[in-house]
């Protein structure tokens, strides 16, 4: 599965950006998939995610990230609002199936006034 992440960029404190990741040779639906980050401290931290029992977030990001998935697109999303400077960070989409697990190539996200 090959994993293509875009919708980054640079935003205001309190902005909003939506990320995506677009996926090919492999059907997104069967797998379980999540937004990870990782920022300064380099460390890769857990965002949010859709497997078959529904959809979870970090503390930190519930009520202003909201995760979907196209089934018609093969693709995941990752409606982010009222952002924070401490959102800033590269974003990673993942599928995992058993011991399978694919990663996209990130998209900074900055946030800064």
């Known amino acids: 599965v090959q994993l293509q992440a875009s919708g980054g960029g640079s935003v205001q404190p309190g902005g909003s950006l939506r990320l995506s990741c677009a996926a090919s040779?492999?059907?997104?639906?069967?797998?379980?998939t999540g937004w990870f980050r990782q920022g300064p401290s380099n460390r890769r931290e857990f965002v949010a995610g859709?497997?078959?029992?529904?959809?979870y977030y970090v503390d930190s990001v519930k009520g202003r990230f909201t995760m979907s998935r196209d089934n018609a697109k093969n693709s995941v999303y990752l409606q982010m609002n009222s952002l924070k400077p401490e959102d800033t960070a590269v974003y990673y989409c993942?599928?995992?199936?058993?011991?399978?697990?694919?990663w996209g190539q990130g998209t900074q996200v900055t946030v800064s006034s």
């Open positions: 993942n599928a995992r199936r058993a011991w399978n697990n694919y």
């Open positions: 859709i497997s078959w029992n529904g959809t």
């Open positions: 040779g492999g059907t997104l639906s069967s797998y379980t």
